[in-house]
């Protein structure tokens, strides 16, 4: 059968070739660099799934005679990679920002990526059944990328877009960043010269994350801002409550940090403990070995081979471990559950739920209770990210265990590719964390978490306020992110939130063809791997980025 030029196929070997995963390979290099670079600057990674379903169309039928299961296999492998940078991203960089000094060797990050990616494999084989068939979960961004497919981009126009924008912002990056033209961020000379830094950052892919997820979660993630901006830094200074600016900012960021970890909470407590026995009771089952649509008698062997990496690579213990694995086993299926509502995955949450447990059971040091969130959060990226992928394959009615084994070359490609990334950026820059060129939020978190948060009070408060908010159905999974982060870089998100609201509504037409969320994409990719190709030539020539 063919739709708009492209055919279905029905057999394995139409839809996982050599070819789909060559493209497959190359793709999760190329996400996964971009998604690092995203991540550790914004602190936040909307999903690459449109951007690499165009991306396979165009490379797939470039090359002729492919059909729409191959590029729907061929694209989960490439999105794979993103989501596992993503949960690198939000956990490691916090080991530099408590100790800058770190020394954190290479097998141990790559223990923590294989080890992350090979559980989340084993996790979507045991949830994918429940999820996208069962309880058929939305899952948006999987449903988009099923209709930009069936659509067929006609004449490749959606490729020439993508591509014509990625090389546009790619030259704005060097301007801005290589040859320093462009400022990074433009701020009220009178608040800033009192250490308020009100002002806008300068970045397309801030707008463009903006844009792709929505006016409902910007806004949330703008009330945020205006919360912790306004609300606990002006006011609460103005009015007396906190002695000085620093002492309210560290309100606030323990405020934001609260939110985002009640947040996990709240979906653990409406989400996965009451449908517990529907989720995980096929798993103890006789058809375990069945796995649906792959044979799992070999899960136990691979749960002991994590285990012994975790405890002897890791150095995490053996009762630290175990709580890896198991909260692995929970939190994975959280994951799912909130992406196929809203979306989004706070992977870093569900880190830094596990990693609570673990401290609170076993004396593991600093270093390894970092190890436990990157574990989980890695696992978490890469079920959440998929299940659109799933989603897609499901609405296309491509073999679930082709994607299966595209999503396993994608997720392992991409555990390397963020290692280097990381070390590379690392490298460049020297430092992370607040006022440094690579802020990222969801690692300081993390840190936090381990090393003590600032102000106990603020993170109380928004961690009730989080798991109460999510219970009764306040879309709040952004609102943390925008109280911790500062106000200039939520007030170039919003822009994208609010572009897309006039979008919506004054060229409807527009927006159903998913156009704008095309040039989003290409602004993400195009700054993201623009990026980290500056960091790389900055570490060669032995320069400091600043």
Known sequence: MAENGIKYAKSFKEQFTVRGMIAGIIGSAVITTSSMYVALKMGALPWPTIF?????????????????????????????????????????????????????????????????????????ALVRKYFVVSQALPYPMGIAAAETLIAGDEGGKKAVLLGVTMAVVAVFVFVR???????????????????????VWVAPMAVAIGYIIGPLFTGVWFLGALIGFFGVNMAGVSMGFFADLPSADAFRQSLGIGVMVGTGIGILIKGILPKAKEIYGPIFSKDLAKGGFINLRWTPIAFVLVAFVLTFVLH??????????????????????????????????FGIIVLLVAKFATSIGQLEAFFVAGVVAVACGLVGDVM?????????????????????????????????????????????????ALPAPQAAAVAAMVGGIPDMTGFIIG?????????????????????YLPMFIT????????????????????????????????????????????????????????
């Open 388 to 436: 659109n992928d799933f989603k897609s394959g499901y609405i296309l009615k491509s073999d679930p265990k082709a994607q299966w084994f595209a999503e396993a070359i994608g997720g392992f490609v991409g555990a390397v590719v963020s290692v280097v990334v990381l070390m590379v950026m690392v490298k460049a820059y020297g430092a992370m964390g607040a006022d440094t």
């Open 316 to 349: 995490m213990g053996i009762l630290a471990s175990i709580i890896t694995i198991l909260g692995v086993w929970m939190t994975t299926s959280m994951s799912a559950q909130i992406v196929g509502q809203t979306g989004i995955n706070p992977m870093e949450i």
């Open 52 to 124: 690499v379903a165009v991306a396979s169309m165009a490379i797939l039928k470039i090359l002729g005679n492919t059909n729409i299961n191959e590029i729907n296999v061929t694209h989960t492998a490439m999105s794979a990679g993103g989501m596992v940078a993503g949960g690198v991203a939000f956990t490691i960089p916090g080991i530099y920002m408590l100790n800058p000094g770190a020394t954190v060797t290479n097998l141990e990050l790559f223990a923590v990526t294989f080890g992350g990616v090979a559980m989340g494999l084993i996790f979507t």
């Open 491 to 546: 007030l170039t998100v919003a822009l994208g939130g609010a572009i897309r609201l006039i979008v919506n509504l004054v060229a409807p037409d527009f927006a159903k063809k998913d156009t704008g969320t095309i040039i989003a994409a290409g602004l993400l990719g195009g700054e993201g791997i623009t990026g980290v190709i500056i960091a790389i030539v900055m570490v060669f020539m032995g320069l400091t980025a600043v």
């Open 463 to 483: 961690l009730i306020a989080g798991a109460v908010l999510y219970i009764v159905n306040v879309p709040v999974m952004t609102l943390g992110i925008g109280i």
């Open 177 to 199: 960043d290589w040859l320093k033209l462009i400022p990074g961020a433009i701020f009220a000379p009178g608040l800033l010269a009192k250490g308020i830094p009100f002002g």
